[in-house]
């Protein structure tokens, strides 16, 4: 059985969600937390002491670089170690293209993106100095796959995904793993969004699972994992077969009388949106659940 003990985790974004979820979770299986939100943590914290757990919080807006600072101070003069992070604090501002106001694409990437690489950055020379690091990066569906209205969302999330697979090749030589989790689960972020059929479907089990899979001695690195509806799988950038062209030949033309053959790719599963992996999501699990859907 995975057990954390002797570990200090940190969670971002903890005080709802899969963050709360994540830190009751990880609770339950010995660990010592550190909780950091924007907002208070005081119910999270008060339950989690109530299950004889040790946790400590702190109010931080995670794209502050100065209270990030301050915050990771207070914390090491606290504690010794820090053996994982999960960075799940994230907002949620959708719009379509032309009306995404620049603040708030700023805000999502501040948040989202950036928030992340601070909280990386700030405690990356302890993990080195005591070899030993988890780092789990909550993404979304949409940032792998696109949505309708999602551009600052997705791109916050899809950067997610590039600063993990650097991160995991940094830390390789010093136990230090790092991963992605794209997880969708009910929450106060996602109800609006999941129709009351298939709602239930999508609990916390297979997010909590995967989340915990990662932050374990024996966690991968590098990899993208997605969690939903009871379903884990992995996610991988793919590459086609090669089309070469004689230098000669290499024009526009060629390559559009070419697209046929360039765009020929053996895929395990292939979706056009964040919707569209949803939508698979809901369709696997409703046959355990006995849901017709349409």
């Known amino acids: 059985m995975i057990r954390f003990n002797k570990r200090t985790i940190l969670i971002t974004g903890a005080a709802s969600g899969l963050g709360r979820a994540f830190a009751i979770a990880l609770a339950q299986r010995g660990t010592r937390l550190i909780l950091v939100d924007h907002h208070s943590t005081h119910n999270i914290k008060t339950a989690i002491e109530a299950m004889g757990g040790l946790v400590s919080c ?10 990030v600072d301050q915050v990771t101070k207070d914390i090491l003069a606290k504690h010794s170690r820090v053996d994982g992070l999960v960075l799940s604090a994230g907002i949620h501002l ?38 030993y690091g988890r780092v789990v990066l909550l993404t979304g569906a949409s940032g ?3 949505d309708q209205f999602e551009c600052a969302y997705a791109t916050a999330k899809m950067g997610l995904v590039g600063l993990a697979s650097c991160m995991s090749q940094e830390g390789e030589g010093y136990n230090i793993h790092v991963n992605t989790l794209c997880a969708h689960a009910l929450t106060p972020m ?26 374990s001695d024996e966690a991968p690195t590098g990899q993208h994992l997605l969690a939903a509806a009871g379903s884990v799988s992995r996610a991988v950038i793919t590459q ?14 060629a390559v559009l009388r070419a697209w046929p053959r360039i765009q ?15 939508v698979r999501w809901a369709r696997s699990a409703s046959k355990e659940h006995g849901v017709l859907l349409e």
């Open 190 to 215: 996602t109800s609006q969004h999941l129709a009351s059929d298939v709602a239930p479907m999508f609990s916390m089990e297979a997010p909590i699972a995967v989340a915990t899979y990662l932050l």
């Open 240 to 253: 086609s077969k090669p089309f070469y062209f004689p230098a000669a030949d290499c024009t526009a033309e």
């Open 264 to 278: 020929e790719t053996s895929v395990v599963h292939e979706s056009k949106s964040g919707e569209d992996q949803i």
């Open 144 to 146: 792998l796959f696109g």
């Open 94 to 131: 959708p719009n379509e293209l032309e009306k995404v106001a620049t603040h708030d694409w700023r805000r999502q990437i501040d948040v989202d993106l950036d928030g992340a690489f601070l909280l990386s950055r700030a405690f990356w020379p302890l993990m080195k100095a005591q070899n």
């Open 58 to 67: 702190w109010q931080c807006d995670v794209s502050d670089e100065a209270q």
